[in-house]
């Protein structure tokens, strides 16, 4: 998949290459700028937190964002995120995060 531009990496994303999956690695390779937004870091340290390693996966992560713009979110981008996050719920389905 070539690039020409910058990446902002999804929780997801993260995960697979915290995972060593090796197409998400040279994906990443292909990028001249990374970022993840705040929330995604959150999600990984709150799922480092509920894992059996924490310690160990929670470095993984400060590792991993220590060589990234970590991007702040805005009150526009909280309300898109309740609403996304809300519409599983609506529709009597479970969040696969919770």
């Not at 690039?3 to 690695?25: M, P, Y």
């Not at 937004?37 to 470095?59: C, D, H, Q, W, Y």
């Not at 909280?78 to 519409?87: D, N, P, S, T």
């Amino acid at each position: 998949m070539p690039t020409t531009g910058r990446f902002l990496l999804d929780t997801n994303v993260v995960i697979a290459v915290l995972d060593s999956d090796q197409a998400a690695i040279a994906n990443l390779r292909l990028a001249p700028e990374v970022s993840i937004p705040v929330i995604v870091l959150g999600e990984l340290l709150f799922g480092a937190a509920k894992s059996a390693r924490t310690i160990e996966n929670a470095a993984k992560v400060e590792r991993f964002a220590a060589g990234r713009s970590v991007l702040p979110c805005d009150a526009d981008v909280a309300r898109a995120y309740g609403a996304l996050r809300h519409r599983p719920s609506a529709k009597g389905q479970t969040d696969p995060r919770e």
